[in-house]
């Protein structure tokens, strides 16, 4: 059974940096493309980020330069390194994996709530 | 970057009724479209991929129909569990992007 577990949310304030840990289980990430998505309080969905095959890699236009996306293959885990963080950052973060190939989300975690706050 | 707009914004219906939400991508993204129903505090769930396709383990009361720019997102007969909100994605080219969303109310 797929399986993914978000961790490293939290309050920080603007200007700071946190990094989210999406731990996988059912599968290798390695072997997959994963995603971030986001959903700021009472809003909408906004991709964030995505790790595709031979480590390319692809952001939304409102993290880039502040945001990188990673992966630990011995881990089986993926991760969000946030710097820069402002106020609109605030937002659960939901690590997704596809459907093989495609960019279809049928796998989610729980997400991780980030709160970019003084 | 591709916009997607929903309409309704929120829609009223009853136990039994048929509802229609209707997606309009800014441009062409030919069939690249998902459905998702998310209840509050759950993550997102896929219901429909690749504009008609039905997800493994979704009622067939859910259909979806469309290419290029239009799409919609059939519910055939209203159950309680499908008061939701539903968002549609492009996944036709980066960023991908997805619509603001559509609340369905119990009326």
């Known amino acids: 059974e797929v399986q993914l577990v978000e961790s490293g949310g939290g309050l920080i304030q603007p200007g700071g940096s946190l990094r989210l840990s999406c731990a996988a289980s059912?599968?290798?990430?390695?072997?997959?493309?994963m995603t971030w998505v986001r959903q700021a309080p009472g809003k909408g969905l906004e991709w964030v980020s995505g790790?595709?095959?031979?480590?390319?890699?692809f952001y939304a236009d409102s993290v880039k330069g502040r945001y990188t996306i990673s992966r630990d293959d011995s881990k089986n885990a993926l991760y969000l390194q946030m710097n820069s963080l402002r106020a609109e950052d605030t937002a659960i973060y939901y690590c997704?994996?596809?459907?093989?190939?495609?960019?279809?989300?049928?796998?989610w975690g729980q997400g991780a709530l980030v709160t970019v706050s003084s | 970057d591709i916009q997607m707009t929903q309409s309704p914004s929120s829609v009223s219906a009853s136990v039994g009724d048929r509802v229609i939400i209707t997606c309009r991508a800014s441009?062409?993204?030919?069939?690249?479209l998902a459905w998702y129903q998310q209840k509050p505090g759950k993550a997102p769930k896929l219901l429909i991929y690749?504009?008609?396709s039905l997800q493994s383990g979704v009622p067939s009361r859910f259909s979806g129909s469309g290419s290029g720019t239009d799409f919609t997102l059939t519910i055939s007969s209203l159950h309680p569990e499908d008061f939701a909100t539903y968002y549609c994605?492009?996944?036709?080219?980066?960023?991908?992007?997805f619509g603001q969303g559509t609340r369905l109310e119990i009326k």
């Open positions: 997704a994996r596809p459907m093989t190939g495609t960019n279809w989300f049928d796998s």
């Open positions: 690749a504009a008609s």
């Open positions: 059912g599968f290798t990430v390695s072997s997959d493309y």
């Open positions: 994605q492009q996944a036709n080219s980066f960023p991908i992007t």
């Open positions: 790790f595709y095959s031979g480590g390319r890699t």
């Open positions: 441009q062409g993204i030919r069939s690249w």
